[in-house]
């Protein structure tokens, strides 16, 4: 179902905040897919799940995060360039009725590479 959405993302190495998304969002049994603001063609695809969460960009670098309650998950890049695979760490999942949160990091053999919280707003 359509839904309005305010997706923002917080780069705790850099203290940046970014608002990715604000606006019109599909939102139907634990999928959420939207475009971003500053680049319409980019498409986000989040499935929430009780002990995961899928993070799917698509665009010219196409990127798949899996983000494990209790695990190590991964994170896959692909650019022009070739494919990067990481290593991603799941700190915190909130979920409620009209907002989800997640803060993780990933790392590149076992340097910390990215940190981050995203919260998405569901209107």
Same mark, same amino acid.
């Given at each position: 179902?359509?839904?309005?959405?305010?997706?923002?993302?917080?780069?705790?190495?850099?203290?940046?905040?970014?608002?990715?998304?604000?606006?019109?969002?599909?939102?139907?049994?634990?999928?959420?897919?939207?475009?971003?603001?500053?680049?319409?063609?980019?498409?986000?695809?989040?499935?929430?799940?009780?002990?995961?969460?899928?993070?799917?960009?698509?665009?010219? /670098?196409?990127? $798949?995060? #899996? &983000?494990?309650?209790?695990? @190590?998950?991964?994170? !896959?890049?692909?650019?022009?360039?070739?494919?990067?695979?990481?290593?991603?760490?799941?700190?915190?999942?909130?979920?409620?009725?009209?907002?989800?949160?997640?803060?993780?990091? /990933?790392?590149? $053999?076992? #340097? &910390?590479?990215?940190?981050? @919280?995203?919260?998405? !707003?569901?209107?």
């Amino acid at each position: 179902m359509k839904t309005n959405i305010l997706v923002t993302k917080y780069d705790l190495l850099t203290d940046d905040v970014e608002v990715l998304a604000d606006g019109l969002g599909h939102f139907q049994n634990g999928k959420l897919t939207y475009y971003e603001l500053n680049d319409p063609v980019t498409k986000h695809e989040i499935i929430f799940l009780d002990d995961r969460i899928y993070l799917r960009r698509f665009s010219e /670098i196409e990127s $798949e995060t #899996e &983000l494990l309650v209790d695990e @190590k998950g991964m994170c !896959k890049v692909v650019s022009p360039y070739g494919v990067m695979v990481l290593e991603s760490k799941l700190l915190v999942y909130e979920r409620k009725e009209d907002m989800y949160m997640v803060e993780y990091q /990933i790392y590149q $053999e076992k #340097e &910390l590479i990215s940190h981050q @919280k995203i919260t998405w !707003k569901i209107k």
